[in-house]
Each structure stands twice: as structure tokens, then as C-alpha cells.
């Protein structure tokens, strides 16, 4: 019988200045409202991220900002996987009211979380990559880092923020250009890509690598071990998946982590 465990500690690596277990975490999505998060360190999830979480509660959505800070205020610290909010805006929010949106997600949740994602990938809100939306979307941008700026001042904790962008929509590069001015702490490149297309990806994921300078999460089509270490190579720091979890069930983290384990151990004798 094959039992889950948490990621070997052959694993382990700090990015953003925060200490992962392992490389692989768990998307945004699967535990909305943070729920699941005690049960995901013994199944060798690295990190996890909860939400979207919006300010108030959406149907089949979100529960809102409010409940979900109720449910993440009693898990005690040190969390044993880094636990990432990823925060969002309410459907109806027209674009003047964005801002505020992000910075009341980001001011109501800070404290429970080790590191904050502004989703601008969202499929259910409005395109934020369209060149209308640019303008906006450098308002809450320079909003958020004063926020976190507020926070290192106030409090002495610095709490990585990274932003979440959609690689196969247009703009990706004005926007990603936008999140390197204001000096983010790291990006969540994620992709619709097909069965297939997995080169594109990566050879974008390379690109992007290469010039960004910053440490990037990759999401999107990753189901397999190979595709997992495939991502690593490519130049992502870190992973994350979220359909591969619901087709191969809750052991595919055990495979994926066993797969880097034993590449990490070549890699090592190949150093000799
Ligand atoms: C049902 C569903 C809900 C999702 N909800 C969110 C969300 O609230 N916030 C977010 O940033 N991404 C959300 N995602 C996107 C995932 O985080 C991930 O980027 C996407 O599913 C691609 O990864 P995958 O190929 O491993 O599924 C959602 C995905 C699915 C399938």
C-alpha cells in the first residue's frame, strides 16, 4: 500500500525569503476559503493558496473576506507549508472601485498569510490584461506595494507579494513590465495551455525567465512528474497545480516529489 507523506527534505529551498518544504503547491481555487489547508502538509504539498478571496461573498464563489480570515486566524504559526492568499476583486466592482477592492483583501489578510497574490488572471472578472484596464491596473499595483511598505514599517514584517498573470492572453508583456517597475517580490505565470502545447509553454516560460528577474511560479498543465521538473528547468522557482490533483488523486504529489528527489540525487552525483 503506498501512504501519502509530506515532501522529502531533499526538497526544501527558499524563495522570496520564505522556506518551502517542496516545490510543489497547491492552485488557487481548490480550497477557496482555506478549509483544506491543515490536511495538506502530510500529501507533500510544498505551499498552498487559498482563495480568490473577494471582499464580499460571491455565489459558488467566495465567502467573502470576512469568513475566510475567521477560518485562517486559527491555524497557529509557523505554518508548515507557507500559506499564499491569493486576492481578487468582486464581479460587480466597476474598474474605479479595483483599488479598493484589492487593498481591503489585502489589508483583512495579511496577518494570516505568509505571501499575498494579486489575481489578475481571473476568468470570471473583466479582462485586466485589455490595454484598458492599464492604467487601473498600475493604480493597484502601486496601491498594494504601498501597502506592504505600511506593513514593514508599522508591524517589521516584510510579506512578499506576487502577482498572477495569464501567459496565453494578450498584454502579458505590458503587464509584466508594469509588475517588474514596481518591484514585486515574484510572479505566478499561468496558462491555459492544451495537451500539446506544452512546448509553447515552456519555451515562453523560458523567455520570460530569462528577462523578468524574479522568481516565477509556474501553473497551468502540469500533471505529470515529468512536467514538473520540466517547468524547474525552464526557469520556474516554484509550481503549482490544480487538475492534475483532481484527475490523478491526492498521491500525485507523493510521484511528483519522488521524481525531483531522485533527479536531485543524479544531479548531485553528476556534480562529483
Ligand atoms: C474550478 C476552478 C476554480 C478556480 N478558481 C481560481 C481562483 O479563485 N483564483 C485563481 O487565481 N485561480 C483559480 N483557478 C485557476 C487555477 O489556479 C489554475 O491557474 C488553473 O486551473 C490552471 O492550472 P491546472 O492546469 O493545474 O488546472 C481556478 C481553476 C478552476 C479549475
Redesign the pocket.
Known amino acids: 500500500m503506498v501512504l501519502a507523506s509530506e515532501a522529502p527534505t531533499a526538497l526544501r529551498l527558499t524563495v522570496m525569503g520564505l522556506s518551502f518544504p517542496g516545490p510543489v503547491g497547491l492552485?488557487?481555487?481548490f480550497d477557496?476559503h482555506g478549509t483544506l489547508y491543515p490536511s495538506l502538509p502530510p500529501l507533500g504539498f510544498g505551499f498552498a493558496e487559498i482563495?480568490?478571496v473577494t471582499p464580499l461573498p460571491e455565489l459558488r464563489r467566495s465567502h467573502g473576506l470576512d469568513a475566510v480570515a475567521a477560518i485562517l486566524s486559527r491555524y497557529p504559526r509557523p505554518h508548515p507549508i507557507p500559506l499564499g492568499v491569493?486576492i481578487?476583486m468582486n464581479r460587480k466592482t466597476p474598474s474605479g472601485g479595483m483599488v479598493e477592492d484589492y487593498l481591503a483583501c489585502l489589508r483583512g489578510s495579511w496577518k494570516y498569510a505568509d505571501y499575498i497574490?494579486l489575481?489578475l488572471?481571473?476568468r470570471l472578472g473583466p479582462d485586466l490584461h485589455l490595454p484598458e484596464y492599464r492604467d487601473t491596473l498600475r493604480g493597484v499595483l502601486a496601491a498594494a506595494k504601498n501597502e506592504q511598505a505600511r506593513i514593514l514599517r508599522e508591524h517589521g514584517l516584510h510579506r512578499p507579494m506576487v502577482v498572477?498573470v495569464d501567459q496565453t492572453r494578450g498584454y502579458t508583456n505590458a503587464l509584466l513590465d508594469c509588475v517588474r517597475e514596481c518591484s514585486f517580490d515574484g510572479v505566478i505565470l499561468?496558462s491555459?495551455a492544451r495537451k500539446g502545447e506544452e512546448s509553447v509553454v515552456l519555451a515562453s516560460l523560458e523567455r520570460v525567465a530569462r528577462t523578468l528577474g524574479m522568481p516565477i511560479i509556474s501553473?497551468?498543465?502540469?500533471r505529470t512528474p515529468q512536467d514538473v521538473s520540466d517547468r524547474l528547468a525552464a526557469g520556474a522557482a516554484l509550481v503549482?497545480?490544480?487538475?492534475?490533483l483532481v484527475q490523478s488523486g491526492p498521491l500525485s504529489l507523493q510521484r511528483m516529489n519522488y521524481h525531483l528527489v531522485t533527479g536531485v540525487r543524479q544531479e548531485r552525483m553528476d556534480c562529483r
Open positions: 492552485a488557487a481555487g477557496k482563495g480568490s491569493s481578487s497574490t489575481n488572471g481571473g498572477k499561468g491555459d501553473v497551468g498543465g502540469i503549482q497545480i490544480y487538475s492534475g
